[in-house]
């Protein structure tokens, strides 16, 4: 593992139904961050966690939830996912005060 | 309420020209202010970033102007290239990052 791996891909999921998105980085970055991106509107902070153990609501928090078990790994679940959630989900992460380091993206679609 | 606006949505330039992306904000407490590049189907990737202490930055074809009265930066990409298309996102950062809508960019060969 070379950086930050998100997983999986891309999902198709139907209403209502439960998913977490999986997000791991090898690089011991402190902070980590969930995002979602959507035509027009950039991207928007959902969930961070500035060290493990710790979380914080972002500016679209709703309908999410995160932990933060450990240093690597930051899953994010829609505990009944929803249209509005369709959209692509990045994972991010940075030591305090470095560079921010984005995954290679999921790209959910909920029916 | 979006604390980073940028524009403009979408560009289309020449190969050799020079594509200029605008941003602007107005929270004077963000100390830094990156911008992404982004291909499709690709996480975003830092490209260049400025502190606001300092009025221009290049590294190598890309250049920020920053105007701290002003509240605005730009991102400058010199003799563009096909291989420059993408998306750009400009960014600041206070107490987590906050993203700009993100500018299209297409060099047409």
């Known amino acids: 593992i070379a950086g930050i791996t998100q997983a999986p891909t891309s999902q198709i999921l139907a209403a209502g139904r439960r998913m977490t998105l999986r997000c791991t980085q090898d690089?011991?970055?402190?902070?980590m961050y969930w995002y979602r991106q959507d035509l027009g509107l950039g991207l928007r902070l959902i969930h961070y966690?500035?060290?493990?153990?710790?979380?914080g609501k972002g500016e679209v928090p709703d309908g999410y939830s995160v932990s933060r078990a450990n240093t690597d790994d930051f899953p994010l679940t829609l505990a009944s996912a929803v249209p509005s959630q369709t959209s692509v989900y990045f994972c991010?992460?940075?030591?305090?005060?470095?560079?921010?380091?984005f995954g290679p993206g999921t790209r959910l679609t909920v029916l | 309420q979006q604390q980073v606006k940028q524009s403009p949505q979408s560009l289309i330039v020449q190969k050799g020209g020079i594509p200029i992306i605008n941003c602007a904000y107005e929270?004077?407490?963000?100390?830094?202010f990156p911008w992404y590049q982004q291909f499709p189907g690709k996480g975003p990737a830092l490209l260049i970033a400025i502190r606001p202490d300092v009025s221009e930055k290049k590294e190598g074809r890309f250049t920020i102007s920053f105007n701290k009265s002003a509240k605005q930066f730009s991102l400058h990409i010199m003799d563009s290239q096909p291989g420059d298309s993408a998306t750009y996102f400009c960014a600041a950062r206070g107490n987590q990052f906050y993203f700009g809508t993100g500018t299209s960019l297409t060099v047409i060969p």
């Open positions: 966690s500035n060290t493990a153990g710790t979380t």
């Open positions: 690089m011991r970055h402190n902070a």
């Open positions: 929270n004077t407490a963000f100390d830094y």
């Open positions: 991010a992460s940075r030591h305090t005060g470095g560079e921010q380091f």
